[in-house]
């Protein structure tokens, strides 16, 4: 993996170097005519291994989105450091291995799709047969190919949000970092939605995403945050997080009716295979719900 330098020169990034790195991130923001200031973060440290799928998971005002635009370099933090692949977001050079799909993206709506993607893949330095190669690649991979010629103010949410992450993909980054990828988008192309981001996965990409529907995120991400007013209240492997303490659950083969009726007492007389022993586990949602219940309201502190 490569990255271009200052001068438009290529370094190599060490090995087992993150994909994202945030260590004690604070940001504050003052609370006009109150003489106050309030913590919209507050100390949140993590890391995101290359090539993982990461949920950055929280209610409204948890600070996901301020943490994100911190990351990208919008919005500068109070205290705190965060790095794209060992580089500080402050440096314009952290970006350029970065594709970002904000929540609510904006197009122009004149526009078709190839022309969006062509557009974005320009500003990317692309130009002439490699730009024209990208855009018809990018149009097959999000399922666009036959509405590549229609302007995209004729495009359903749905097939915003693709042609969004094609935008998003045009330079090949080795990051993506998407907000909301399937906000507002229908059961089946949401599914397509995720289907693409495993498929990226599997290509090496690394994957930030933010997410209200936890369904998804449980069969997408390899990891997760949870932010609650502020701070990071739970974080690790997803099949970990999600675990019980003290619980099992065995899957059998050739369990017939009379053997799960009489399951604990004759599970080997009855020649049943134990197949798995695992530890059993929550559903996302009641993580989301214990872990984010609990939390401090987040404090406001003198100007």
């Known amino acids: 993996?490569?990255?271009?330098?200052?001068?438009?020169?290529?370094?190599?990034?060490?090995?087992?170097?993150?994909?994202?790195?945030?260590?004690?991130?604070?940001?504050?923001?003052?609370?006009?005519?109150?003489?106050?200031r309030v913590l919209a973060v507050r100390g949140i440290s993590l890391e995101i291994p290359p090539g993982h799928v990461y949920g950055?998971?929280?209610?409204?005002?948890?600070?996901?989105?301020?943490?994100?635009?911190?990351l990208l370099g919008l919005v500068k933090p109070t205290s705190g450091t965060t790095e794209i692949f060992g580089i500080p977001s402050g440096r314009v050079e952290s970006r350029v291995q970065v594709g970002f799909l904000p929540e609510n993206p904006y197009f122009h709506k004149f526009l078709t799709g190839a022309e969006t993607i062509a557009f974005h893949g320009r500003l990317c330095g692309l130009s002439g047969r490699a730009l024209r190669e990208?855009?018809?690649?990018?149009?097959?991979?999000?399922?666009?190919?036959?509405?590549?010629d229609r302007r995209i103010g004729g495009y359903s949410k749905g097939m915003l949000q693709r042609i969004g992450l094609a935008q998003a993909m045009v330079h090949d980054p080795s990051l993506l970092i998407l907000d909301e990828p399937t906000a507002g988008v229908d059961p089946a192309g949401s599914r397509g939605i995720r289907d693409l981001i495993?498929?990226?996965?599997?290509?090496?990409?690394?994957?930030?995403?933010?997410?209200?529907?936890?369904?998804?995120?449980?069969?997408?991400?390899?990891?997760?945050?949870?932010?609650?007013?502020?701070?990071?209240?739970?974080?690790?492997?997803?099949?970990?997080?999600?675990?019980?303490s003290g619980r099992t659950e065995f899957v059998l083969e050739n369990a017939g009716p009379e053997l799960r009726a009489e399951l604990e007492k004759l599970a080997r007389n009855h020649g049943a295979r134990l197949v798995e022993e695992r530890p059993a586990r929550l559903d996302l949602e009641q993580l989301f719900l214990r872990a984010t219940e609990t939390?401090?309201?987040?404090?406001?502190?003198?100007?």
């Open 1 to 36: 993996m490569i990255i271009p330098g200052e001068k438009g020169l290529f370094s190599p990034v060490e090995p087992g170097t993150p994909a994202v790195r945030i260590r004690d991130l604070v940001k504050s923001f003052p609370v006009h005519l109150r003489r106050r």
């Open 56 to 70: 950055l998971l929280g209610p409204n005002g948890s600070g996901k989105s301020t943490t994100l635009k911190i």
């Open 134 to 148: 990208r855009t018809g690649e990018l149009l097959g991979l999000v399922g666009l190919t036959e509405a590549g």
């Open 198 to 244: 495993l498929g990226l996965r599997d290509r090496g990409k690394t994957i930030l995403l933010t997410s209200h529907l936890l369904g998804q995120v449980q069969e997408v991400c390899d990891r997760v945050g949870i932010l609650a007013r502020g701070e990071l209240v739970r974080e690790g492997p997803l099949d970990i997080l999600t675990g019980v």
């Open 295 to 303: 939390a401090k309201p987040p404090p406001m502190d003198k100007v």
